[in-house]
């Protein structure tokens, strides 16, 4: 059996197990091997029954006197008593009639549970139990907790391991020998077992180190690969020209921040070299990456380059295109910027491709459907990418396909990735961060309102609504489930505009809708045509309602700080003051973890303390990124990551990847999703 064997090669895994495996990602026995514990409880420790004391215990018995009997309808109740040499103590389970028929008279058992009063006597309450051996995968040992799906129990999971551990013919190290003594490392092979079943739990951390530092050291290889790739390519050099700059700045109706200044600053030195600038500007929502767009737009159409601006959706591109023509006309620039987006007229189109192809527009604002216009783009000197994370590895190479050479990228986004993590997972860009807000902002004032207020919520929005402002409604999910708590956005949706607000005009945005109709949507939003949009996270994106002062987030808790944040940046973007009200589901629902939000306002804290409590996903819940998938380091754990990027780097100094084939294809598999080009 072969890491790349399918699951249903093991044995005791028919159609219905493997369906459920597939649930949790695991269609291979690698894929099985890599599904890592979830936690462990800890059983080790074997006790004769008449030492037992409270607690987790297991104990090596014979099992007698077994007896079920239904209590009452829907309780059944087996007992039984278990001995060894020093002593007896009873066993109960609760609603597992199998097992009076299961226990084999004489046989020695492992039996573990909590052991604990309960009506007057000590006894264990469901114990699990196996036949005694030297290899105990249930009981006995520290125990390995895995991620439950429906219907498939973890130790169904534990039973499958082990047989996929024994089976397995190539479990290999795959990392070098000096690399592992440098950094004593525990070898992969065994690294595997002890984290399922580990034998101590010094092992246990040991296996633990090992993965974690392998995960990180993949991951930034891909990277360091690819930087070192875009470093071999070649750029057109685009000159710093500081007179045009300073009257660009001199022009604008308010003052740079220092980011700003330093990140123009920057691309400016980039755009200069031969080599193709690849960086990425970050900064928080509203903190003014469009302007370092126009700026670094600017330098590039000056000097006769074009230049392609890529926004995720048309409104976002028509926004842009609105802001750098306003932009670029105080510099006499504003004549050479042209929205290009699929809804343009044939006509339109046309005049706008022979323009291009003259150099009579140089900044072609658009969607992706940028890249697939018949425009010419030998001149294209720059490439701005907005929210990155919405374009796909095979469209960013298309467009610089089409320019025949490798142009300048700017990559922005307003994702606030912590600094350890861009490193980590961007190691080939360089990063900007716009780390300061421009003066003058009002802070929104935001809120945990308690599900039983709504009332009070309502009658206090419907104020602002009656004074001519707007309302976001963000839901949890779109239709409604088992699950949703009449959270969904079309039941909000229909409680709204039937109900709660049912003389005002309430609109619905969701991402099942055609994507036209979306547009849709939104420009009415946008035209003030709607006072309520009610919608999930697809609003997400950086689009501007100034007219929208408020933010009303439902489910609150089952979103993720960094995800509220960048929500909440949808408004407050006008000079009036704006409000976000966070409704937790239910009043049992967890909370503390939101109070961050009332507290702090800056996105970067509160990615950090999503990545501490959740884990990368918590930050990209709108990625499918592979990368992100650490299952074992922290990203928080700065020494881990500053160690393997060290290694990473000595490896390909030293090392020759070819004559790593297994490592190769990994680091294969997480270069198409860590490089941005
Ligand atoms: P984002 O980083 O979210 O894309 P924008 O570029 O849309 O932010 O900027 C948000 C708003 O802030 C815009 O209205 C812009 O004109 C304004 N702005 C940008 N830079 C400054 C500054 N230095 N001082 C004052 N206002 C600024
Ligand atoms: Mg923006």
């Not at 902002?441 to 001519?468: C, F, M, N, Q, W």
């Not at 697809?538 to 439902?554: F, K, Q, W, Y």
């Not at 390909?652 to 004559?659: A, D, M, S, V, Y």
């Amino acid at each position: 059996m072969e890491l790349s064997s399918p699951v249903a090669e093991l044995k005791g895994v028919g159609k219905e197990v493997a369906k459920k495996l597939a649930g949790l990602g695991v269609e291979t026995v690698g894929g099985l091997i890599g599904n890592f514990p979830r936690r462990y409880d800890d059983y080790s420790n074997v006790l004769p029954v008449r030492g037992l004391r409270p607690g987790n215990v297991t104990i090596e018995v014979k099992v007698g006197q077994v007896a079920g009997r239904y209590v009452r309808r829907g309780l059944h109740i087996t007992d039984a008593i278990a001995s060894d040499s020093t002593g007896s103590v009873r066993l109960v389970w609760f609603n597992q009639p199998y097992r009076s028929t299961a226990i084999k008279q004489g046989q020695l058992y492992f039996v573990a549970g909590e052991y604990g009063l309960r009506r007057g006597r000590f006894s264990i309450l469901n114990p699990s139990m196996e036949l005694a051996s030297s290899f105990p995968i249930n009981t006995a040992r520290i125990i390995p907790i895995y991620r439950e799906a429906k219907g498939l129990k973890s130790y169904t999971v534990r039973k499958l391991v082990r047989e996929a551990l024994r089976e397995l013919k190539d479990l290999k190290e795959y990392l070098p020998a000096w690399l592992l003594a440098d950094k004593n490392l525990m070898a992969y092979p065994q690294a595997v077992k002890q984290i399922h079943f580990p034998s101590s739990p010094e092992a246990l951390a040991q296996a633990r180190a090992r993965l974690g530092f392998e995960e990180v050291f993949v991951l930034t290889l891909a990277a360091l690969i690819n930087k070192q790739e875009n470093l071999a390519e070649r750029g057109v050099s685009i000159p710093y020209n500081e007179v045009l700059a300073k009257e660009f700045v001199a022009k604008l109706p308010f003052k740079l921040t220092d980011a700003q200044r330093k990140a123009a600053w920057l691309i400016y030195q980039d755009m200069n070299k031969n080599q193709p600038m690849n960086r990425l500007l970050e900064g928080d929502v509203g903190s003014g990456k469009t302007v370092v767009a126009a700026m670094s737009a600017l330098m590039a159409i000056e000097q006769g380059f074009q230049v392609a601006l890529m926004a995720p959706t048309e409104i976002l591109a028509r926004q842009h295109a609105d802001t750098l023509l306003s932009l670029l006309s105080r510099v006499g620039y504003g004549e050479q910027v042209r929205l290009l987006v699929g809804s343009l007229s044939p006509d339109q189109k046309k005049t706008a491709h022979a323009m291009i192809a003259n150099g009579d527009i140089r900044l072609m604002v658009g969607t992706h459907a940028l890249i697939a216009e018949k425009v010419d783009m030998r001149r294209l000197g720059l490439i701005i990418i907005d929210e990155q994370h919405r374009f796909g590895v095979e469209q960013r190479k298309k467009l610089q396909a089409k320019a025949g050479h490798m142009p300048h990228v700017l990559h922005m986004t307003a994702t606030p990735i912590p600094r350890s993590l861009a490193l980590t997972l961007y190691g080939e860009l360089d990063i900007s961060i716009l780390d300061e807000m421009p003066p003058g902002r009002h802070k929104i004032k935001t809120e945990i309102v308690s599900p039983h207020a709504r009332a009070d919520l309502y009658a206090k929005i419907d104020e602002e609504l009656a004074a001519g402002w707007q309302m976001f409604v963000v839901c949890p999910l779109i239709t409604d489930s088992e699950t949703s708590g009449g959270l969904s956005a079309e039941e909000v949706y229909g409680r709204l505009s039937g109900r709660d607000f049912k003389h005002r005009r309430v609109g619905l945005l969701h991402g099942r809708l055609k994507s036209q109709d979306k547009d849709e949507v939104m420009q009415k939003f946008i035209n003030h045509e709607y006072d309520i949009l009610v919608s999930t996270t697809v609003i997400e994106v950086g689009v501007d309602v100034p007219n929208a002062s408020i933010m009303l987030i439902e489910g609150a808790e089952r979103f993720g700080l960094a995800q509220i944040h960048q929500l909440r940046g949808r408004v407050g973007r006008g000079a009036h003051q704006s409000y976000c009200y966070l409704i937790p589901s239910s009043v049992q629902a967890p909370t503390p973890r939101l109070r961050a939000l009332v507290t702090t306002a800056d996105g970067f804290k509160l990615a950090e303390l999503d990545l501490d409590i959740r884990g990368p996903g918590a930050i990209y819940g709108t990625l499918q990124h592979g990368a992100l998938d650490l299952r074992i380091a922290k990203l928080s754990d700065t020494k881990l990551i500053a160690g393997a990027r060290s290694a990473a780097q000595t490896f390909l100094e030293r090392e020759n990847l070819k004559k790593y084939p297994i490592l190769q294809d990994r680091v294969k598999s997480l270069r198409a999703v860590t490089n941005l080009n």
